[in-house]
């Protein structure tokens, strides 16, 4: 009895710590799917890949939209040095089944309307359908500065005709489906 006691208790003691020393902790969301967090294990940083598709409601419009970091792309460099992939943006829009617009986005193709600075310190962050006005679609684009809540929104209007067109937009009603 005097040989439990004596082992029994640090035996005991030494399983509880072992059992509680295992325990996973949850991991902290922030506000991010796992699917969109930034990539940020190599030294370039890099938004993860994104696809979505959807059909506008009403029309014969369907739409794709892809995002993909491109390293063959300038990199962009933040205050902190943190060094920051660019990505290009590819809208494909089918009408009834038919393919009428097709066209890869990159910050680029919104150089006309940035500042300088802005343009060699931001990357294209996404495009998003917002709207159908007049029969035209209107997506948004945004292009901002990386790993900060500071961007620059761009409307583009896509005729039915497959033109389109590109705008600044300072001030952005969003549909509100």
């Known amino acids: 009895m005097n040989t439990i006691k004596r082992w029994g208790w640090p035996l ?14 949850e991991p902290k969301h922030n506000g991010y799917s796992q699917f969109e967090q930034p990539d940020t294990a190599n030294h370039v940083q890099r938004m993860k890949d994104y696809h979505y598709n959807a059909t506008i409601e009403e029309t014969a419009y369907h739409y794709d939209i892809t995002r993909k970091a491109d390293d063959s792309m300038p990199t962009v460099q933040n205050e902190e040095k ?39 310190s931001s990357i294209l962050d996404g495009i998003a359908f917002n ?16 790993d900060t809540d500071y961007f620059m929104l761009f409307s583009i209007t896509i005729a039915p005709d497959g033109s389109y067109n590109i705008s600044k937009e300072d001030n952005l009603e969003m549909n509100e489906e």
């Not at 005991?12 to 902790?25: P, S, T, Y």
């Not at 943190?82 to 089944?97: P, Q, R, T, V, W």
């Open 12 to 25: 005991l003691c030494a399983l509880i710590c072992a059992a509680c020393g295992n325990k996973q902790v």
């Open 131 to 146: 709207k159908m006005e007049n029969n035209n679609m209107r997506f948004v684009a945004s292009i901002g500065y990386p």
């Open 82 to 120: 943190a060094i920051f992939a660019d990505n290009y943006i590819c809208l494909k829009i089918e009408k009834s089944g038919a393919e009428f617009f097709h066209k890869t986005f990159t910050k680029q193709t919104f150089k006309a309307y940035l500042d300088p600075v802005f343009y060699k």
